[in-house]
């Protein structure tokens, strides 16, 4: 893809004479295809005016980083106006940004800089759930219940003699019951409310007119300002059972009460329909928690969104049978529809892949989450590296995380009194929560806040930073060609040239002994490319090619070690 071509073109098709003429260039319409984009968690990416929290003065004063690094676009997690109840995820103001963050104008301003660099901005769009705080709860609040204010919501009287039991039993995506009870004007019990998140997040009521209208202007004012597409937070959850059924035992795919309704893809296709209103390719990508693979192509059809998070790949254990499994199922359940893949190894809600790796257990799940679990973390960044290789060569677009291009350990030592994820504290503790993931990079010097904020910042970071990441800044990894760093601009500058990489088939080289059993994923990307990841635990002869691009491991007399990935340029 040639980043070069981009620049903004003066197309938009508001009415709103406030918005910015951006659009990103109409050049490359298949961009999204092949990608690499960035996840930004903006409060801990750099902090541009010294308060300890990241903002988009940081980012715009690290966008030539990006640059560097060799991405095609930046996705940040949500920057609208929040109380930051669930890290922003809980929006108070979709069509303005969080003034600890900065503001709309510069926000603009940053989308024009980034895309005169190359780099698209897609930007998180979170529908099933708003702030407590927004103007639409607070009016349902002050209303009696029955009224229209409280229809945008789920509001329901409780049951039993005195209303004090909940509507029903739904379990949160964060532990815990989902509905929290009102206080009537006169101090007695009132309705209760349905929230699948924290009691700061209810849900909306997508059957009402009002949702579905909102969502489409925040879309389109946010498309005006030239973003490139949306990350869509729970895609998955938006349509609920309106008679709010306990959950089946027994619940067949799309009979579930709040996840994967069938009702939900007409949401999509109204949302494609305004996205392909746009010049330029506006992607929707889909935060689709599924285990049915069929079931989560739905969401990928051609009049719904562009692609999806990928997350059987990211939670599977660093095991070639699995990895195998899961790379062949994913693309065989892409196939039918046209989308092509993700691939993630990790983001702002999962443990660090360096620290995964480098456990008993390198699966990821929510509920085995746990404080003090082994850690071998020289072993856990070999593999990360390996990792890294792998998903690069693989087809499709490819996410990174903020600080895994660094090789970034989760923290684990964040004193208990610093944690803020609601996760934690709704596990009642047992659950660490995703503080560890989410701690201000390390930029430079030897010490925290290790250039995260400016010099003489009023504030320590939000989140403190481990005392021993010296040798994990930008500073240090970019001077060491053996650093994740190093490794990371390599690869993403040879996926960038390299026609077979990005969009494209995979074949299997089963033919040379590293077929399923061997612990090896060996596999072939057009012609003249071979990407080897060793899992066998012992090291492998390579297949014959011409060049070693690049390996993650040095290989070791003519063998790839174990825990080790290598990509090579092979006789057509
Ligand atoms: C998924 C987001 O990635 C996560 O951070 C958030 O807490 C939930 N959705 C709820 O919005």
Redesign the pocket.
């Known amino acids: 893809m040639d980043t070069a071509v981009l620049s903004t073109g003066t197309a938009t098709n508001s009415a709103d004479p406030k918005a910015a003429p951006i659009a990103p260039s109409a050049t490359d319409p298949l961009w999204w295809r092949s990608a690499v984009i960035y996840q930004i968690y903006i409060r801990s990416f750099a902090d541009g005016n010294g308060d300890g929290t990241g903002d988009l003065a940081g980012v715009r004063s690290r966008l030539s980083y990006l640059r560097d690094l060799g991405v095609d676009a930046i996705w940040f997690t949500p920057w609208y106006k929040s109380p930051l109840a ?2 922003g ?1 809980d929006v108070e103001d979709y069509f303005g940004i969080d003034p600890s963050f900065g503001d709309l104008e510069q926000a603009e301003a940053l989308i024009r800089e980034a895309l005169a660099l190359g780099i698209r901005t897609i930007i998180d769009i ?1 529908p ?2 708003i702030s407590d705080q927004h103007p639409w709860f607070k009016a349902a609040l002050a209303s009696p219940p029955g009224s229209p204010e409280r229809e945008r919501f789920w509001f329901r009287p409780g049951r039993g003699t005195n209303g004090d039991e909940m509507p029903n039993h739904w379990v949160s ?1 964060f532990q815990g019951d989902t509905w929290t009870r009102t206080t009537n004007p006169d101090g007695t019990p009132g309705e209760w409310y349905l929230h699948l ?1 924290t009691p700061e ?1 209810p849900d909306l009521n997508w059957n009402h007119p009002d949702v579905r209208t909102l969502h489409e202007d925040v879309l389109r004012f946010w498309f005006d300002r030239g973003v490139a597409g949306v990350r869509i ?2 895609a998955a959850l938006l349509i609920k059972d309106p008679e709010l059924p306990e959950v089946p035992e027994d619940a067949k795919p799309g009979e579930h009460p709040n996840v994967d309704r069938d009702e939900v893809h007409d949401v999509y296709r109204a949302w494609r329909a305004i996205a392909d209103s746009y010049p330029g390719s506006r992607v929707l990508v889909g ?1 689709v928690w599924m285990p049915d693979t069929e079931r989560f192509a739905k969401y990928l059809r051609e009049d719904e969104m562009h692609t999806a998070f990928n997350f059987d790949f990211m939670a599977r254990p660093w095991d070639a049978d699995q990895l195998r499994e899961s790379i062949d199922s994913m693309l065989a359940a892409h196939a039918p529809v046209g989308a092509p893949s993700t691939w993630v190894l990790s ?3 999962v443990t660090r892949p360096v620290t995964r790796y480098g456990r008993e257990d390198t699966s990821f799940a929510f509920s085995t989450k746990r404080f003090h679990t082994p850690t071998d973390l020289a072993l856990g960044m070999r593999r990360a590296r390996a990792a890294a290789l792998l998903s690069a060569a693989l087809p499709g677009s490819l996410y990174v995380y903020q600080g895994d291009e660094l090789g970034l350990p989760e923290a684990e030592s964040i004193p208990l009194e610093s944690l803020q994820d609601p996760m934690h504290f709704r596990s009642e503790g047992v659950d660490p929560g ?1 503080d560890g993931c989410r701690v201000p990079l390390p930029w430079s010097g030897a010490e925290p806040p290790y250039g995260f904020t400016p010099e003489g910042a009023s504030s320590a970071p939000w989140l403190p930073q481990p005392a021993d990441w010296a040798n994990l800044t930008v500073e240090a990894e970019a001077g060491n060609s053996g650093s994740m760093l190093s490794l990371y601009r390599t690869a993403l500058s040879i996926r960038r040239s390299h026609p077979a990489l990005g969009d494209g088939e995979l074949t299997w080289l089963d033919g040379d002994g590293f077929g399923p059993e061997s612990g090896v994923l060996a596999f072939s990307r057009g012609l003249g490319f071979v990407s080897v990841t060793n899992l066998s635990g012992a090291p492998v002869e390579l297949p014959s090619y011409t060049r070693l691009l690049l390996a993650s491991t040095p290989l070791e007399d003519g063998l790839l070690p174990s825990d080790s990935s290598a990509w090579l340029r092979t006789q057509h």
């Open positions: 669930d890290g995820y979170v099933n759930h995506n998140f997040q937070d729970s935060e983001n702002h809600d995703r």
